[in-house]
């Protein structure tokens, strides 16, 4: 029976985006011919930059092996591969048709290279998606009877001596061309195993050079996953920065101020302060459209997303924003429940939720409303002030049609953490893949992200406790 030798690449490391969907059911034998050569040419120069062709081609090779040809139809494709809407019309959108172009000539690339010597071979016909096999045409191998002068040891017995070549050629004044010579064997030279050996390090060089450019090309894509879901062309993506004006006002007076009085500003006119001959002043600190630099700098990174959609992205004071928006719209909301009032809309969806103290002597910080064995209950910076925290979470809108991201820390180095740790796709790479679903989608998540915290600003940002799903009961 013909076997299939094994390439350079016959167990390469690729990580689909769509493990959640080919793995639904029984994995297709790792040891059948056609899924070793997808996976081959899937991890290979070819395609091993584009994650969107690789997972287009082991989806249709999985359904052919398979036997549900049924499924690689430019509809299927266009929803499982490329996370359009299953009602989407194929007419008004032809990215299967485009990649599909490609994939061809990617395929035809990599035979012409890498896979020169693959026995067995694929191509995707014009006219549709199913992959077809081949296997490779023979060719014989050219023989050549001739003997170069030196092949033959005239004093040869039969028993194996080394011998030292007399050809002319260039020899180093260090390693000279000692050659091993078996009887009815090839002759074999030092300068052969010092180049085969050259070659093996460059190639385990070449090859973990692609494992870490597939990588990173992973976390690019989920990443991409993530705020394709927050910025879309079909509704506004409001960013509301904290308002810290509102929380130098709670911090002088001690008491907070709820969402409601937030809205129709009553916390600036009826709030009376006794006794305190400049409550004019600081009932004035919560109409001050103040916020941060930390805030400032996450908005204009933001901004620089490849995915974001210029005219419907809205930059949106805490105090201006409306009910509605977050209702028909995106959004991602920056800063604790002191700082950013709407937070309290999300509340009931949050697994680790924002408690501010007044009173000095108890701690404020994040609860954690569902702890696991081993955790603690609430993540302070009470007696460890070179320690801080930050929270991300992707929930829902009001209205269950959009998303919401929360970005929210103790203080300003603990919303930095979380930024820094957000925009960051090898430390978000592990959520991602956790949260994402079969359908290509996100579901909820929450992470509570801990860091240094070094004269305000934060270092080192790592997860302390992640949750995917909502909290129990919703």
């Known amino acids: 029976m013909q076997t299939l030798e094994p390439s350079p690449k016959a167990e390469p490391f690729f990580l689909s985006r769509l493990d959640g969907v080919l793995g639904a059911e029984l994995p297709v034998d790792a040891e059948d011919r056609r899924w070793q050569l997808a996976m081959r040419i899937a991890a290979s120069g070819s395609l091993g930059r584009s994650g969107l062709l690789s997972d287009f081609l082991l989806y249709i090779v999985d359904r052919c092996i398979r036997g549900r040809t049924e499924e690689i139809t430019e509809q299927q494709i266009g929803v499982i591969v490329f996370g359009r809407?299953?009602?989407?019309?194929?007419?008004?959108?032809?990215?299967?048709?485009?990649?599909?172009?490609?994939?061809?000539?990617?395929?035809?690339?990599?035979?012409?290279?890498?896979g020169r010597e693959e026995t067995l071979r694929l191509e995707i016909p014009r006219g549709g998606y199913t992959p077809i096999f081949s296997d490779a045409p023979r060719v014989s191998p050219e023989t050549d009877d001739s003997i170069a002068p030196g092949d033959i040891d005239p004093h040869e017995s039969g028993a194996s001596h080394p011998v030292v070549s007399e050809s002319p050629e260039f020899r180093s004044p260090v390693i000279q061309d000692i050659s091993y010579r078996a009887p009815g064997h090839l002759r074999i030279t030092l300068g052969t195993v010092l180049a085969v050996l050259i070659g093996v390090f460059l190639g385990v060089g070449v090859m973990l050079l692609m494992h870490s450019r597939l990588i990173e090309s992973r976390q690019v894509a989920l990443s991409h996953l993530l705020w394709e879901q927050l910025f879309s062309r079909d509704r506004d993506t409001f960013i509301v920065p904290s308002d810290d004006g509102l929380v130098i006002m709670q911090r002088l007076v001690?008491?907070?101020?709820?969402?409601?009085?937030?809205?129709?500003?009553?916390?600036?006119?009826?709030?009376?302060?006794?006794?305190?001959?400049?409550?004019?002043?600081?009932?004035?600190?919560?109409?001050?459209?103040?916020?941060?630099?930390?805030?400032?700098?996450?908005?204009?990174?933001?901004?620089?997303?490849?995915?974001?959609?210029?005219?419907?992205?809205?930059?949106?004071?805490?105090?201006?924003?409306?009910?509605?928006?977050?209702?028909?719209?995106?959004?991602?909301?920056?800063?604790?429940?002191?700082?950013?009032?709407?937070?309290?809309?999300?509340?009931?969806?949050?697994?680790?939720?924002?408690?501010?103290d007044p009173d000095p002597d108890k701690p404020s910080g994040f609860v954690n409303l569902y702890p696991h064995p081993g955790e603690a209950t609430i993540y302070t910076t009470k007696g460890q002030q070179e320690q801080t925290y930050g929270i991300i979470a992707y929930l829902p809108n009001l209205s269950e049609t959009g998303h919401v991201l929360i970005v929210a820390g103790l203080n300003t180095a603990g919303t930095e953490a979380a930024t820094a740790f957000l925009l960051n796709p090898k430390s978000m790479m592990p959520t991602l893949l956790q949260a994402r679903t079969a359908q290509g989608n996100l579901q909820p998540f929450e992470l509570l992200v801990g860091a240094g915290n070094v004269a305000t600003n934060a270092s080192t940002p790592h997860v302390v406790l992640e949750r995917i799903g909502l909290p129990p009961g919703h």
Do not use: C
């Open 254 to 356: 001690e008491r907070p101020v709820p969402l409601t009085e937030y809205i129709n500003g009553n916390y600036r006119t009826t709030v009376k302060i006794d006794d305190d001959p400049d409550a004019k002043e600081i009932l004035k600190l919560g109409g001050r459209r103040f916020t941060n630099v930390v805030d400032l700098n996450f908005a204009a990174r933001l901004a620089q997303l490849k995915d974001v959609v210029p005219e419907r992205m809205m930059i949106r004071y805490a105090h201006d924003l409306r009910m509605d928006d977050l209702r028909t719209g995106n959004a991602i909301l920056i800063g604790s429940d002191e700082s950013n009032p709407w937070l309290e809309l999300f509340r009931p969806q949050l697994h680790f939720r924002f408690r501010f």
């Open 85 to 114: 809407a299953e009602d989407y019309d194929p007419n008004d959108d032809n990215i299967v048709r485009s990649y599909a172009r490609k994939l061809r000539k990617r395929i035809e690339g990599y035979f012409l290279a890498e």
